[in-house]
């Protein structure tokens, strides 16, 4: 992750507890990573490794426990009212389940209309309608046959770029997608990850890719983090990690992504359940040594 | 061949509707050899969990089987069972895993309870060889035998999908329908579930239909594939030739919208 434009976003040595005492849970430890623009970052790991309290931080939904939120070089907490509006504006969201994060009440035009009204003073009155349809065309919606519509009416997939759409109606610098294709039908999901590649090359924009699914996260994102029990274990290039994974969670990952070229009775395609257990137990433990495998290429000691 | 199994025949299923009906499963016929695993791959829409639920009869109105439909267990026609013969059938004959199997313990039951339950449902039999069957069938899907006396929340989810597993083969069914069995868990809990059932398999000889929409893992796990598209069969063949060698336009696009690990998309 060298030799980049200043970061847009920087989580530095952010951690984040819920509860406290002896049951606190640890979701994120001193996570670090910078998003720039026109670059992806591809957060994986498995579900409660961390990855949604990483995006959650990102938006500002949680404070974090400790470290800093930094937007251009400067703390976000510290920002005034003003600073707070773009910092909304400029960082947004696409959620997990597109049944759900669109209102059923309202329809598609009006969910695009939101956010323009909010945060694009310069647009109004006929103008509005224009960028709607704008919008649409931009995430290969027709905007004659789909801004009339309410949610219910479209399929999965469309909702999920009619999200993409409200997103980029606010002209933001970082997108933030958590899981934005677990919820789509397979032979759907690729155009959506095409279109937000194909949006965050020609907007410019940083994206957060959070993901379980590590086939995806190369096809999507030039760096990656793979985060295990609240902790980044192995981060850099994406190719550099997948191709030569150095910590035993990240191997253990890879070893169990569903690969057609290697049959279950396959006696060297085993993955033993025992290691698999010590490499867990092995992978939570807080541990502050970083090793430098290659040149963007990091590992933590385990 | 020997002589299958299962054998699913010009299976065609309505869901009846008030002005016109919907043609979920169209004409379908396959068949599952002993030990063998059979998947069924498609999208959401598609008829995949129709059919699972049709072979353990587990449809309900509005779905309307077809009169020449036909679903053969040994020969003999799942579809004519009365209430006695398929309260006989299910579990022993045809054990099923739903997909979010691991939800469907009963929180305020220990797991010793929920292994009583099925088996004295379908044979007789004392607590006391109860406890030594399930401490069996824990030991399979390895799990300690002295959890039984645990409930399934102080399970992870992994756990109880393999504790709804080992129930499953309690009464040494023939054919295990599964119906996403993995897909709410992690990518390495998935594997250790599906490996662990394929040793068994392989040890206890009972055949699969496996139903999933992610077309690698089926191609690991399966012996034959079923590729289905808007309730028809579209194609069918050995895991290999359905990776290597695809017929339908649909099954090739459907690989090509997997990405590959190794870069790229999968072909």
Request: glycine share 6%; hydrophobic share 40%; aromatic share 6%.
């Amino acid at each position: 992750m060298t030799g980049m434009s200043a970061p847009i976003l920087t989580l530095d040595k952010v951690s984040k507890t819920f509860g406290n005492g002896p049951a606190a849970v640890r979701a994120a430890r001193s996570i670090s990573f910078s998003l720039h623009a026109g670059r992806a970052l591809a957060v994986v790991g498995e579900s409660g490794s961390g990855k949604t309290t990483c995006a959650r931080i990102a938006m500002r939904e949680y404070e974090p426990s400790e470290g800093r939120l930094l937007y251009k070089g400067k703390p976000v907490d510290a920002a005034g009212s003003k600073e707070i509006a773009d910092y909304r504006r400029s960082v947004q969201m696409i959620f997990q389940d597109p049944f759900a994060s669109l209102n059923p009440a309202h329809t598609i035009a009006y969910h695009l209309k939101r956010p323009l009204m909010l945060h694009r003073s310069d647009i109004r009155g006929a103008a509005v309608d224009e960028e709607i349809k704008a919008l649409l065309r931009q995430v290969k919606l027709d905007p004659e046959i789909v801004a009339p519509k309410y949610p219910h009416e479209l399929s999965g997939g469309q909702r999920q770029r009619v999200n993409i759409a409200r997103a980029l109606a606010a002209k933001p610098e970082v997108i933030v997608a958590d899981e934005p294709t677990s919820m789509l039908d397979v032979s759907v999901r690729l155009g959506v990850l095409n279109l937000l590649s194909e949006m965050k090359r020609e907007m410019n924009l940083g994206l957060l890719y959070i993901t379980h699914d590590i086939a995806t996260a190369r096809y999507v994102a030039e760096d990656i983090a793979v985060m295990y029990a609240g902790q980044i274990v192995e981060w850099g290039n994406t190719g550099k990690v997948i191709d030569n994974p150095a910590h035993p969670y990240t191997k253990l990952l890879l070893s169990a992504v569903p690969d057609p070229d290697i049959r279950f009775d396959d006696p060297n395609a085993q993955v033993s359940s025992a290691e698999a257990d010590e490499t867990r137990r092995r992978s939570a433990a807080t541990q502050e040594t970083i090793r430098e495998v290659e040149p963007d290429h990091f590992v933590r000691a385990a | 061949m020997t002589a299958p199994l299962l054998s699913v025949k010009n299976l065609t299923i309505d869901y009846i509707g008030e002005t016109n009906d919907f043609r979920a499963v169209d004409n379908v016929s396959f068949d599952v050899a002993p030990g063998e695993v059979f998947g069924l791959a498609g999208e959401s829409g598609c008829g995949k969990s129709t059919i699972a639920f049709a072979i353990s009869r587990l449809h309900k109105p509005p779905a309307l089987i077809r009169k020449e439909s036909a679903i053969l267990l040994d020969g003999r026609d799942v579809l004519d069972l009365n209430q006695k013969d398929l309260a006989d059938f299910r579990w022993r004959e045809v054990a099923m895993v739903f997909q979010s199997a691991m939800n469907s313990l009963n929180p305020v039951l220990r797991i010793e309870q929920q292994f009583y339950d099925v088996l004295k449902t379908h044979k007789r039999i004392t607590r006391a060889q109860a406890r030594d069957r399930t401490a069996e069938m824990l030991k399979l899907v390895d799990i300690s035998p002295d959890r039984m006396r645990d409930y399934p929340h102080q399970f992870s989810g992994g756990m109880r999908q393999r504790i709804v597993i080992a129930i499953c083969l309690a009464l040494d069914p023939r054919l295990i329908v599964m119906d996403e069995p993995t897909t709410a868990l992690d990518v390495v809990v998935q594997r250790e579930i599906l490996q662990r059932i394929n040793e068994l398999r392989r040890k206890l000889g009972f055949a699969v239909l496996f139903i999933t929409h992610d077309l690698g893992l089926m191609v690991q796990f399966c012996d034959r594939i079923g590729i289905m598209l808007g309730g028809k069969l579209v194609e069918q063949g050995t895991a290999d030739a359905i990776y290597r060698t695809p017929e339908h336009d649909y099954t090739k696009k459907l690989w090509a919208s997997f990405p590959s690990l190794h870069g790229g998309v999968l072909r």
